[in-house]
T-cell receptor, first 114, second 115 residues
Framework: QKEVEQNSGPLSVPEGAIASLNCTYS??????FFWYRQYSGKSPELIMF????GDKEDGRFTAQLNKASQYVSLLIRDSQPSDSATYLC??????????????FGKGTKLSVIP | DADVTQTPRNRITKTGKRIMLECSQT?????MYWYRQDPGLGLRLIYY???????NKGEISDGYSVSRQAQAKFSLSLESAIPNQTALYFC??????????????FGPGTRLLVL
């Protein structure tokens, strides 16, 4: 059973601070990693994906991947109250017969305090 | 217009009833998925389809069935609904083009309550 673990939170940060969200995964063969944001009662929306070790930046968001340690993180700089949501980590792993399947973590709830 | 639509958006039904949730997409993607989301349990895969003639069970397929009527349509059925199937259901499509580089796009969800 492939596992993706996230701290459930809630993670509270003051407005303007850096929010750091972490995710670990069990399938060492996984090669693609995704962060989704989900507002309460809404559908998940993709924020970023990362395939290579290191950092990937997109605006206020930075994804970090360390395959050796099997963790992926998401940093949100200059956090805004509108960033308050649940963040889902998803990992794409081999599921057999030449196909791959996304496994989602349970999500970390982030609250940005004005 | 939304790229991935789900109907109905909300549904209340009684134990033992058969219900169908429908998903349509205009993204032109071959791959479609059904997930359910429960508080504290995250998103769990029910069924997925890589093309019209391909149907695969996911992590929690018991009690559910699916039909891929066309590339753009993927329906989820609960043959005899039970209360523990109360959940938020999401349809998703993906733009897979090979390997593991695949992004999934979610519909707005269907909130189902089984009494």
């Amino acid at each position: 059973q492939k596992e993706v673990e996230q701290n459930s939170g809630p993670l509270s940060v003051p407005e303007g601070a850096i929010a750091s969200l972490n995710c670990t995964y069990s399938d060492r063969g996984s090669q693609s990693f995704f962060w989704y944001r989900q507002y309460s009662g809404k559908s998940p929306e993709l924020i970023m994906f990362i395939y290579s070790n290191g950092d990937k930046e997109d605006g206020r968001f930075t994804a970090q991947l360390n395959k050796a340690s099997q963790y992926v993180s998401l940093l949100i700089r200059d956090s805004q109250p509108s960033d308050s949501a649940t963040y889902l980590c998803a990992v794409n792993g081999y599921s057999g017969a030449g196909s791959y399947q996304l496994t989602f973590g349970k999500g970390t709830k982030l609250s940005v305090i004005p | 217009d939304a790229d991935v639509t789900q109907t109905p958006r909300n549904r209340i039904t009684k134990t033992g009833k058969r219900i169908m949730l429908e998903c349509s997409q205009t993204k032109g993607h071959d791959r479609m998925y059904w997930y359910r989301q429960d508080p504290g349990l995250g998103l769990r895969l029910i069924y997925y389809s890589f093309d019209v003639k391909d149907i695969n069970k996911g992590e929690i397929s018991d009690g559910y069935s699916v039909s891929r009527q066309a590339q753009a349509k993927f329906s989820l059925s609960l043959e005899s609904a039970i209360p523990n199937q109360t959940a938020l259901y999401f349809c998703a499509t993906s733009d897979w083009e090979g390997g593991q580089q695949e992004t999934q796009y979610f519909g707005p969800g269907t909130r189902l309550l089984v009494l």
